[in-house]
């Protein structure tokens, strides 16, 4: 089959070969890929920016059709249509694997970095990480569900969004996206997504497409326009999906005395300078999210086929594996927001 494969460590060294179809062991199902979506993830790995175990097949988003089905499976049969958690090889056995929360067991090694992912014809998972797609659900629409997901996991979740609450999503990209829809889904009275200038071609054109009040940090003062809209008050709820460290400080700066901000950018800094003593003063309440939980998923499932979390206008480029540079190169400028392989 044909997969792309990151071959050796260093920047580059991402080839199209011909691999194995993977065979299953008893536990697991065969999946014929149909989608694949493109991380940020992925094109650090592409640039060797964060950590992987090569050669490793690529992707960890994506869909596709049960076509065969290990001896001990339960509950899943040929043709089911799935989604699929990431969280593989997780122990089973320390205190946050039995607690409920393997994705963040410290020994997880997630398929497209960890071992081999999604960006091939075919993919092996374990049954316990398989969800089912809805009938009215697309396999270009739930191959976006793991983003979708993690997004859920944070706004919904984690973090303290309230009917009426006035909330502020730092970040264009999918997630931060996503975020905003999270928070319209738990009835957030008024959601407004921030970017920069490169951000107005598309991703800030698809906020407002979507419902969203915008702003644009490098021509209007987020103080000011929060401080207006919020009555002085400040925003009740700011997601920071930038990944930025003026993001950050811009995010104590603008959130309520004793209100809350959900963390979900990775900087890719060993350090950053916030605006701690700030932050302590106003008490507020900042919560770290990461990856995605099962209740995530199957409450981002319904949320798809209840059609108020919508995918379909957050995939912005579709390409074949042949393409994968093209569509890595557009993706990394900005030029869109999610790009998608069909198989």
């Known amino acids: 089959m044909r997969a792309l494969v990151k ?100 020994h997880k090694r997630s398929i497209g970095w960890g071992i081999d992912g999604a960006f091939a014809e075919y993919i092996k998972m374990p049954s316990h990480l398989l969800h089912k797609i809805p009938g009215n659900v697309s396999y270009e629409e739930a191959a976006l569900c793991e983003p979708a997901a993690i997004a859920l996991n944070c706004v919904l979740l984690t973090s303290r969004v309230k009917p009426g609450d006035f909330v502020v999503v730092e970040g264009t990209g999918a997630v931060g996206l996503l975020a905003a829809m999270a928070a319209r889904a738990a009835g957030a009275g008024k959601i407004m997504i921030t970017g920069v200038e490169q951000d107005e071609k598309v991703r800030l054109k698809v906020a407002r497409e979507l419902g969203f009040e915008t702003l644009n940090v490098e021509r209007e003062n987020i103080q000011e326009k929060v401080s207006i809209l919020s009555k002085e008050k400040g925003a009740d709820l700011v997601v920071e999906a930038a990944g930025v460290e003026a993001s950050i400080d811009t995010a104590i700066k603008i959130t309520r005395r004793m209100g809350d901000i959900a963390i979900l950018g990775i900087t890719g800094q060993k350090k950053v300078n916030i605006l701690w003593d700030e932050a302590v003063f106003k008490v507020l309440n900042i919560r770290f999210c990461f990856s995605s939980t099962y209740e995530s998923w199957e409450r981002c499932l319904f949320l798809m086929s209840e059609r108020i979390i919508n995918t379909s206008p957050l995939i912005t480029h579709t390409a074949t594996l042949e393409e994968w540079e093209k569509l890595f190169s557009q993706l990394e400028k900005g030029n869109g927001i999610k790009g998608i392989f069909i198989f």
């Open 7 to 106: 071959t050796k460590k260093g920047k580059g060294f991402i080839e199209i070969e011909d691999v194995p179809i993977p065979h299953h062991s008893s536990n697991e199902v065969l999946i014929k890929v149909k989608v694949a979506g493109i991380c940020g993830t992925d094109i650090h790995i592409w640039h060797d920016k964060m950590l992987y175990w090569p050669p490793v097949i690529m992707g960890h988003e994506f869909s596709g059709e049960i076509i065969k089905v290990g001896a001990d499976v339960i509950g899943w049969k040929v043709g089911d249509r799935v989604v699929a958690e990431p969280h593989t090889r997780a122990c089973g056995v320390c205190w946050l694997c039995r607690s409920g929360n393997i994705h963040i067991c410290p």
